[in-house]
């Protein structure tokens, strides 16, 4: 990203803006009300430029609190205070991939998923799906325990991607899904199809939907976190409260037993009733997380969510959460060498967190320098 870029949303976009914050609280005495108008400033881009893209939410609810200034804001990198260069607040289109883990469709030992926790399932990937606005873009990749692909290229065509979400989800189940998910290749694969600089307005998600049991791989995981950074990629995670079912346990093999009698006493007679139901028998169990999401998640300044029920929960006002942020940039020293990793803490100040007292901070903690 070269040269100088003037940012200035249109009236409509604007207003939009104004509408959709003033439904939001504003946590804290003296912070601006939502949808206060102020000028909107003039980004010089530069390679040199660190964009953040930080979420404040009111702890107890978690909505996104509005009406926070440039200086309610610190920037620590490596424990010294940044200037910040470059302050704004707005709705973010997105440019968000779904990642689709497979496996959820089989248990351990291939049982189908319970038809109607299963559809709750679908239905919630499809409803977020539909919550992608027209401006945004939206792309599809899936991961299962022998390798990922990407369904849908990341595109304005959202029908297309409905289209691989439904084919993905309820289409033939290939033995390569059962076992554990290959979630960072798919972080890798899906972090590589954001391309060029990060264009100013827009938000770089990727949407993760797994049940978190993938094993961890440190060599993997450092990878994956890197392109991630790298590209400015902001994980979120559906963590879906799903159980598995799988074959009940069989008795014991007739070898097993102890040998019967020579002459067996004569049985009564069985009396009439319903024959035994010659189908596999199951049982529902919980598997534990592995929890191989969360570091990805706390690195690029994410959160994951852990639904009791998908019924419950509102995807407007999900994705509201993911389109609202404060963006902040800020210029690295210059004499600091490109491509090393540097501890970052955003934080209010002290004369913030008095007025925002119950507020929390969500921000990437680390970056590779431009």
Not at 170 to 178: L, R, S, Y
Not at 263 to 271: A, G, I, K, Q
Not at 342 to 360: F, G, M, P, S, W
Request: net charge positive; proline share 9%.
């Amino acid at each position: 990203m070269h040269g100088s870029v003037a940012y200035a949303p249109s009236l409509l976009y604007s207003l939009a803006i104004s509408a959709f914050l003033a439904s939001f609280p504003v946590s804290g005495e003296g912070v601006r009300a939502a949808g206060t108008q102020e000028k909107r400033p003039v980004y010089t881009a530069s390679s040199r430029l660190v964009l953040l893209d930080v979420l404040v939410q009111e702890r107890s609810t978690g909505q996104p609190v509005s009406g926070l200034h440039q200086d309610d804001f610190e920037i620590r990198d490596e424990g010294e205070l940044r200037d910040i260069s470059h302050f704004d607040t707005e709705l973010f289109r997105l440019d968000v991939i779904f990642i689709l883990d497979l496996t959820s469709r089989v248990s351990a030992r291939g049982v189908p998923t319970g038809e109607s926790t299963y559809r709750a399932f679908y239905n919630a990937v499809v409803e977020a799906a539909r919550r992608v606005g027209e401006l945004d873009r939206l792309g599809v990749v899936s991961m299962s325990a022998n390798g990922v692909a990407i369904l849908a290229d990341l595109g304005y065509e959202k029908e297309k991607s409905l289209q691989a979400i439904r084919d993905a989800l309820f289409g033939p189940v290939a033995p390569d899904t059962i076992g554990r998910p290959r979630l960072y290749p798919a972080l890798i694969l899906a972090g590589s199809q954001f391309r060029g600089e990060q264009e100013l307005g827009r938000r770089r998600v990727v949407l993760v939907w797994t049940h978190n049991r993938a094993l961890r791989n440190e060599e993997e995981l450092k990878q994956a976190i890197a392109v991630l950074k790298d590209r400015s990629v902001t994980v979120v995670g559906i963590v879906s409260p799903l159980k598995r079912l799988r074959a009940a346990p069989q008795p014991p093999s007739p070898g097993s037993r102890p040998p019967a009698p020579r002459f067996p006493p004569r049985l009564p007679p069985v009396p009439p009733g319903p024959s035994p139901d010659p189908r596999p028998q199951t049982e529902v169990v919980e598997e534990p997380e592995t929890y191989a999401l969360d570091p990805v998640v706390e690195s690029t300044g994410g959160t994951i969510l852990r639904p009791a029920g998908f019924d419950l929960v509102d995807w407007n006002a999900f994705l509201g959460r993911v389109r609202w942020k404060y963006r902040l940039a800020f210029y690295p020293p210059p004499d600091l060498p490109s491509g090393i990793e540097r501890r970052l803490e955003v934080r209010l100040t002290d004369a913030a967190q008095q007025k925002c007292r119950n507020c929390i901070v969500t921000a990437r903690s680390s970056y590779r320098v431009p």
